[in-house]
């Protein structure tokens, strides 16, 4: 019995295994957001409908207007259209629709937690790489293209081959303001955006232990960039307490007896990974992404890299490439970068820790004249419990601006875009050539060092300015 | 799915690494259905200067290639977003086979799902091809997908792998829905075996 939490979650959902490898895996939950309408078309033409819509839940992100929460008032008419038909197919077949203005609306890899449909040792999969995040409660989880999804929604299966095994240990005590954000960043540059390439990450050690819930979701959400087929942590007592009293979490004596079968999951002791990689928590300080993958991480007080020091010619000629995009000199310091523009949000940073970070920034101090600044929560269930808590008020005395929620900036599919030339610090995940709009130019950080950054103007490093430093 | 078993044809090179799926097709043109001909979108931004005309550097603006139907890229091609778009906009512009060193997991699948092929070749063998139909624009490359190799303009003959089930596929252009509902008495009985437990 020396398997790996990967290894039992999958031999569980086994159905057949063919003799050319291939293997027919059921999948307990499927969940779908308004950019699924390609499937339900290829389901149609088919003559097809979903086999288990039960087993289904969707929620509109990727086109909704971040500041009306009515579909009517979504401008463009293509991005309506999009969350009509969620809308419309949802119903058609009896699936669960979070809808939009509605309790539980929200970035479908934060409604899927916040819900209690993402449980330990279960698999689950939706149209978008993001779904690595659910992983953090322990589940097998991962992105899956739209033809694939059609095949989900009609079979409740999908044919895979069993990737590789990657153990990433990150040992030792975070620094204060060092979150899940900056671990996965850390990790990205040292293996690089193609290190997991293959393989399902279970992320292990005691500053993984030491991580929120959130910290953990984080971190599971860029194991795509990375390269990672997904992401994992064994689930804990933090994970059970995160769970606990959820809408779909099991209750009373089937709550019972999932602890008992979820507590089976982890990685046997003596588990063995296809590959091994370890990190040193306690040395990892902040991070801030200067070039165009997400590998192109440094700390706060790193400067701009300088292509010569590259290790070959075409790492050089990358390096001096995305520094033109970028509009960067090599040996500029990090903290003399002045941004234009500061998003707070995405499946990687819009849960209720993000926004309090954040906000315990924000809070006393003002956005500097030159940067526009968001917030985007993550689901009205963040949103509502972050106004419950005052931090809206927060935010909007500071003078960021406090916006309903969606995929909004991260990748911009509802027309929220940086204009060409401006720089955004932002809590996402990809810091692609024109992932926020042809031309802009997107830093990756935590939400706490997005909000010093829109005090200051620049990049600073949030511990500097929480101690009057900066 | 169209099949796939051979092809001789124009390889355009695409040398940089980690090309993501951002790059290949950018967000605004994902609310656009499959029936729409992607052609148009494929490196929308990229292939474009700043003022909007064609930028003449860029691969795929250029005569020689202007007819390419395989692509030939540096490491991590495609990764990034799951957008099965960027597959469609690859084959809606004449695309069948994509040659690199390693792929994004998502598109690799994809591409098989939607009739171009992925081909994953050692990194100095990738790069050897790229210097020789760099040097020479318009060179042309063999791909059997029954014998599984790749031939480079020099003649020199490469091997590569691929799933034996998705290789099945593609050479009969099979989608996989047909074939998986064969299994349905094994989906039923597992599904009876699963148990109320795991539903939700």
């Known amino acids: 019995m020396s398997e790996t939490m990967f290894e039992k979650i999958w031999q569980k959902h086994r159905v057949l295994e063919r003799e050319d490898g291939q293997t027919l895996l059921y999948v307990d939950t499927h969940l779908l957001h308004d950019g699924g309408a390609t499937a339900f078309d290829f389901l149609r033409n088919r003559g097809l409908k979903p086999r288990a819509p039960e087993r289904i839940f969707a929620t509109p992100d990727h086109y909704v207007s971040t500041s009306s929460r009515k579909v009517e008032e979504i401008e463009d008419e293509r991005h309506r259209e999009m969350v ?14 979070f809808g939009l203005g509605t309790e539980g609306q929200g970035i479908v890899h934060v409604m899927g937690p916040e819900q ?69 960043l850390a990790i990205i540059a040292k293996i690089g955006a193609a290190g997991g390439t293959g393989h399902v990450l279970e992320y292990t050690g005691s500053a993984i232990r030491g991580l929120s819930m959130e910290g953990r979701l984080t971190l599971c959400n860029m194991s795509i960039e990375g390269g990672g087929r997904a992401g994992m942590v064994a689930p804990d007592d933090t994970t059970f307490q995160y769970i606990a009293g959820r809408p779909y979490a099991p209750k009373g004596a089937a709550w019972d007896a999932a602890l008992e079968r979820w507590r089976a999951l982890p990685s046997a002791d003596d588990a063995v990974f296809d590959a091994e990689v370890s990190l040193d928590g306690s040395a990892i300080s902040p991070m801030v992404t200067w070039g ?57 940073n819009s849960r209720i820790e993000d926004m309090r970070a ?28 972050a106004e419950a808590e005052g931090l809206h008020e927060v935010f909007r005395a500071a003078g960021f601006e406090w916006r309903e929620p969606g995929c909004s900036m991260c990748l911009g599919t509802n027309g929220d875009i940086a204009q060409p030339g401006e720089r955004v610090a932002s809590t996402s995940n990809r810091n692609f050539m024109g992932r926020q709009g042809p031309g802009a130019r997107t830093h990756l950080l935590s939400p706490a060092m997005a909000a010093a950054a829109a005090i200051t103007g620049r990049f600073t490093d949030v511990r500097r300015l929480l101690a009057g430093e900066a | 799915m169209e099949a796939f078993r051979t092809m001789d044809a124009v390889a355009v090179p695409l040398p940089r690494p980690n090309i993501d799926t951002d790059q290949i097709i950018p967000a605004r043109f994902l609310s656009r259905p499959r029936e729409v001909d992607h052609t148009e979108f494929l490196f929308h931004d990229a292939r474009r200067l700043p003022d909007g005309e064609q930028n003449p550097d860029f691969a795929l603006n250029r005569e020689a290639w202007r007819n390419a139907r395989i692509v030939v890229a540096g490491k991590n091609f495609a990764c990034g977003s799951s957008r099965e778009s960027a597959v469609w906009a690859l084959f809606d512009a004449g695309f069948r086979v994509a040659i690199a060193p390693s792929f994004g997991d998502i598109f690799r699948n994809n591409g098989m799902k939607n009739g171009l092929l992925p081909v ?47 290789k099945h596929c593609l050479l009969e252009g099979l989608d996989e829905i047909g074939l998986t509902q064969s299994y349905e008495e094994e989906i039923a009985a597992f599904e009876r075996r699963f148990g109320r437990e795991n539903v939700r």
Request: aromatic fraction near 4%; hydrophobic fraction near 40%; charged fraction near 25%.
């Open chain 1, 116 to 184: 209690g449909l993402s449980q330990p040792g279960i698999l689950l999969v939706c149209g978008d790489s993001h779904t690595s995040t659910h992983g953090a409660v322990g589940a097998l989880a991962f992105g899956i293209g739209s033809t694939e999804v059609a095949h989900v929604l009609a079979t409740q299966t999908l044919w895979q081959r069993k990737p590789k095994t990657m153990r990433i240990r990150v040992d030792g005590r975070l620094s204060d303001q060092v979150t899940g954000k900056d671990v996965i």
């Open chain 1, 292 to 348: 165009n993958s997400p590998e192109d991480a440094l700390p706060i007080d790193g400067r701009i890299p300088d292509p010569s020091s590259a290790a070959d010619a075409e790492r050089r000629e990358q390096m001096a490439r995305m520094l033109v995009y970028m509009g960067l000199e090599a040996g500029t310091p990090l903290s003399e970068v002045a941004v234009d523009r500061v998003f707070i949000g995405s499946c990687t």
């Open chain 1, 358 to 385: 954040a906000a315990a920034v924000a809070k006393g101090r003002k956005v500097a004249g030159s940067v526009r600044a968001w917030v985007v929560p993550g689901s009205e269930g963040v949103k509502r419990q």
């Open chain 2, 120 to 166: 994953m070749l050692p990194a100095d063998v990738v790069e050897n091809i790229l210097a020789q139909i760099e040097a020479d624009p318009g060179a042309r490359i063999q791909v059997d997908l029954p014998a599984q190799t790749v031939t480079a303009p020099d003649g020199s003959v490469h091997a590569f792998e691929v799933d034996p089930f998705a």
């Open chain 1, 84 to 97: 009509e038909k969620l809308d419309r197919n949802t119903r058609e077949y009896g699936i669960k629709q």
